[in-house]
Structures are given as C-alpha cells and as structure tokens.
C-alpha cells in the first residue's frame, strides 16, 4: 500500500499509534455506556427537585410576589420558568440514549403528563412542564445542570499512554532495525562482490541467530573464492604454457601459410578464452579505489586501439573525478570495444553524459543489433548469441564481465538496440 511507512521503524510506531487510539476510543465509548444510567438518574433527579422546587415556591409566594420570585431564580439558579400556550407544538426528543433515558426517569418520577423536551423554541435547555391549578408552566434548566462534563482528562491521560508507548515502540524497533541495517549494509557490499565485515552477535535470539548465519555465510565463501583462485592459478600455468608450445610448433610446421594462421589463430582464441574465464573467476575486488578522470581513461584505451589500427570515435561530456579502479574499468572497457568491433562492424563510437547526479558511458556500434528478449540472457556468463550478431571464439563472459566492473562501482551495464540499426552498451554510475 502506497500510504504505508517505508520503514519498520515508523510502520512499528503507526501501528502501536493506531491500535492505542482504538483502545481509548473504545474504552471511552465503554465508560459512556457504563455512565449512562447513573448520569441519567442524577440528571433526572436534579430536574424533578428542580421542577418540584420551583413549583412549591410559586405555590408559596403571594400572588404580588411571584414575578420578582421567578426573576429571582433566573438570576441567581439560571432557572427559567414560561407559561405554555394553547396549542403549543412541542418538538420530539432527539434520538440521543441520554437524553430519551433522563426523559422517561423525570416522567417517572413527576407523574404521567409531565412533557420533556430540549432546545425548544431554539432556546438551549432542558424543558420540564408542571401545572398549578388548571395553568401549565415549563421550567427551563440550563443545559449545564444535565450533563456530566466531558472526561477531558481521559485524552490528557490518553496523549501521555500514547507518548510512552511510541517512545517505548521505538526504542524497541531501534534495537531490531540497527542489527538488520548492519545486514542489509553487508548484504550490499556482498551483492556488489565486496568483503564484509563480521556482523555483531547480539540482541534477540533470532537476531543472533540471523547474524550468526550471515557471518559462517561470508566465511564460507571467502574460502571457496581462495580455494578458487589457487585452483585457477594453476589452470593458468598448466593451459598457457603447453599453448604457448604449440604455438611455437605450429610456426615450425612445413606447412602452407594459411593453415599455420588459421591454427596460430585457434590457439590465439583459446588463449584469449582463458585469459576471460580467469578474469571472471578472480574478481576485481582487490584493486583500490582512487579519484580518475573516466575521459582520461577511454582516451588512454582509444590511443591503444588506434596503435592497432583500430579507430575509435569519441564523443565525451566534461565529466568530475571519480572514484573508479582503473584497472577493473580499463578491461570494462576493453571488452565492451572488442564486442562492439568483434560484431558491430567498424564503426565504433564511445559517449559519456553527466546527468542528474550519474555518470553514463556508451559503447555504441552499426551492427544489426540483438532481439529484445535476448538481451537479458547475454549479460548471463557463458550466453553467446549464435545468430544476428554470429559468433566467434569467445567464452560468452565479456559482458557478464562489464557488468561485474560496472556494479563493483555501485552502476549497472544494460543493452539497447539503437534507431536505424546498432547496438548500444550503456553502463550508468552514481557520480561519486
């Protein structure tokens, strides 16, 4: 849901927030309930001794007397008394349990005939009838005098709970979201091929628990990259050596040029692939980062193919220093150029663009592109495209490679098929 809290921490705290203003609206409508009768026969008390009262001392006073007696008590007890006209319509009570309970106990207790109603005529109060004689009177009490005031120390109480509860929420999520914000940060440096350091162990049991798995999690496989690396280190020697062997017999052979270049060609390209697998299965990790200019860097590698009489098209925005592995990013490069030649044609054009806090770099070339649903499953090592670009003696793990550099420096490689035919390498940084 789009109206939800990101965090655990504030979606902790929503909800202790709003289970607690549901606990006290509750509790708040409960006591109304349990108050009702009581408050009813207080208030119906009040108004019968009133009505009763106020009927006795106009019985008592002299006829001369009883208009200074009813300015009297309108003064002094806001009790106000008026004749009742013939024909006098008198509104129903509204449909309030209060008022209709206070109602059926002031007729209980003053006799049948006796008439109840509020805010008659538009003025506020409660109206009780009485009679003297054959002459009907209403006796108006202040609103005031029939209910209880409002328990505004219950929200008093209630903001403070809800204070302490949120603080106590967190607190608590605190404790919970500090070790999985450690994780999620060594989860990262993991994704991104980096060495995390240990998790500490402590907290809830499960949180141990968590950390604890994480820790043998990256201790394993720091050990299967180290037996890995030595394992491929010798794969190196044993292939390379008896290739370098062959080579040199090959160029001995009695044999026509042509077969000689094609076979020196076959041990060029096996060479080649095992050159890419050991990169692949190295990893780039080691090397540190430092402040480069990227433009330095693709002029450097431009100048390196143009040696190889190979020439690159450059096309570069003015961009800061960033934190790069030179290295790392050379052979990004290097294999995104070769792919780019190897089955783009001759063409070959390199971008760089400064926008909105990223830094993008393009290799662009006029080959005939790469179909839409294929693009994902090249950036899988050892995919290798067999029509529309065709294929050559590669191991299939030049962009898986790029790819690897590229997220080593926090971006990510992706493929476009470019308008009017081509393809389109783009690697996208955060400018850091």
Same mark, same amino acid.
């Given at each position: 849901?789009?109206?939800?809290?990101?965090?655990?921490?504030?979606?902790?705290?929503?909800?202790?927030?709003?289970?607690?203003?549901?606990?006290?609206?509750?509790?708040?409508?409960?006591?109304?309930?349990v108050e009702r009768e009581p408050r009813a026969t207080a208030a119906a008390l009040q108004a019968s001794s009133t009505v009763n009262l106020t009927r006795a001392a106009l019985l008592a006073a002299h006829e001369d007397?009883?208009?200074?007696?009813?300015?009297?008590?309108?003064?002094?007890?806001?009790?106000?008394?008026?004749?009742?006209?013939?024909?006098?319509?008198?509104?129903?009570?509204?449909?309030?349990?209060?008022?209709?309970?206070?109602?059926?106990?002031?007729?209980?207790?003053?006799?049948?005939?006796?008439?109840?109603?509020?805010?008659?005529?538009?003025?506020?109060?409660?109206?009780?009838?009485?009679?003297?004689?054959?002459?009907?009177?209403?006796?108006?009490?202040?609103?005031?005098?029939?209910?209880?005031?409002?328990?505004?120390?219950?929200?008093?109480?209630?903001?403070?709970?809800?204070?302490?509860?949120?603080?106590?929420?967190?607190?608590?999520?605190?404790?919970?979201?500090?070790?999985?914000?450690?994780?999620?940060?060594?989860?990262?440096?993991?994704?991104?091929?980096?060495?995390?350091?240990?998790?500490p162990e402590y907290g809830a049991e499960e949180l141990r628990r968590v950390s604890r798995t994480f820790n043998e999690m990256t201790v394993t496989l720091a050990q299967l990259d180290s037996e890995r690396t030595l394992? &491929?280190?010798?794969?190196?020697?044993? /292939?390379?050596? @008896? +290739? #370098?062997?062959? $080579? =040199?017999?090959?160029?001995?052979?009695?044999?026509?040029?042509?077969?000689?270049?094609?076979?020196?060609?076959?041990?060029?390209?096996?060479?080649?692939?095992?050159?890419?697998?050991?990169?692949?299965?190295?990893?780039?990790?080691?090397?540190?980062?430092?402040?480069?200019?990227?433009?330095?860097?693709?002029?450097?590698?431009?100048?390196?193919?143009?040696?190889?009489?190979?020439?690159?098209?450059?096309? &570069?925005?003015?961009?800061?220093?960033? /934190?790069?592995? @030179? +290295? #790392?990013?050379? $052979? =990004?490069?290097?294999?995104?150029?070769?792919?780019?030649?190897?089955?783009?044609?001759?063409?070959?054009?390199?971008?760089?663009?400064?926008?909105?806090?990223?830094?993008?770099?393009?290799?662009?070339?006029?080959?005939?592109?790469?179909?839409?649903?294929?693009?994902?499953?090249?950036?899988?090592?050892?995919?290798?495209?067999?029509?529309?670009?065709?294929?050559?003696?590669?191991?299939?793990?030049?962009?898986?490679?790029?790819?690897?550099?590229?997220?080593?420096?926090?971006?990510?490689?992706t493929l476009h098929n470019r308008e009017g035919g081509g393809l389109e390498a783009r690697v996208t940084m955060l400018r850091r």
């Amino acid at each position: 849901m789009k109206w939800l809290p990101r965090t655990l921490l504030s979606r902790i705290m929503l909800l202790i927030a709003l289970l607690l203003m549901a606990s006290q609206y509750a509790a708040f409508r409960l006591y109304e309930y349990v108050e009702r009768e009581p408050r009813a026969t207080a208030a119906a008390l009040q108004a019968s001794s009133t009505v009763n009262l106020t009927r006795a001392a106009l019985l008592a006073a002299h006829e001369d007397r009883r208009v200074q007696l009813l300015f009297e008590l309108s003064q002094t007890e806001g009790v106000r008394v008026y004749p009742i006209a013939d024909f006098e319509v008198v509104e129903a009570l509204p449909e309030d349990p209060l008022i209709q309970l206070i109602a059926q106990k002031i007729v209980a207790q003053l006799g049948e005939g006796t008439v109840v109603s509020v805010n008659h005529f538009g003025l506020p109060g409660l109206w009780v009838s009485f009679s003297i004689d054959d002459d009907f009177y209403w006796v108006v009490i202040p609103k005031i005098r029939t209910e209880l005031p409002a328990p505004w120390q219950w929200v008093e109480w209630g903001a403070l709970m809800l204070a302490l509860s949120l603080l106590g929420a967190y607190l608590i999520a605190a404790r919970i979201n500090r070790p999985l914000h450690r994780l999620a940060q060594a989860a990262d440096q993991v994704a991104h091929g980096l060495k995390a350091d240990p998790l500490p162990e402590y907290g809830a049991e499960e949180l141990r628990r968590v950390s604890r798995t994480f820790n043998e999690m990256t201790v394993t496989l720091a050990q299967l990259d180290s037996e890995r690396t030595l394992l &491929l280190a010798g794969v190196s020697h044993d /292939l390379r050596t @008896p +290739l #370098a062997r062959l $080579r =040199l017999a090959v160029e001995m052979l009695s044999a026509s040029e042509s077969m000689k270049s094609g076979m020196i060609q076959d041990i060029e390209d096996m060479d080649g692939i095992i050159r890419q697998f050991l990169d692949f299965i190295r990893g780039l990790e080691g090397e540190t980062e430092q402040k480069e200019d990227l433009n330095e860097l693709i002029r450097a590698t431009a100048e390196r193919y143009a040696r190889g009489k190979k020439q690159l098209l450059l096309n &570069l925005d003015a961009l800061p220093k960033m /934190l790069l592995r @030179p +290295l #790392a990013m050379q $052979r =990004l490069l290097g294999n995104l150029i070769d792919n780019a030649f190897a089955y783009g044609g001759k063409n070959v054009e390199i971008v760089t663009r400064n926008q909105s806090g990223t830094i993008t770099l393009s290799v662009l070339d006029d080959g005939p592109g790469i179909p839409e649903h294929e693009m994902g499953r090249l950036m899988r090592p050892f995919e290798r495209m067999n029509t529309a670009r065709g294929q050559d003696g590669s191991s299939g793990l030049g962009l898986a490679i790029a790819d690897r550099i590229a997220r080593l420096h926090g971006g990510h490689l992706t493929l476009h098929n470019r308008e009017g035919g081509g393809l389109e390498a783009r690697v996208t940084m955060l400018r850091r």
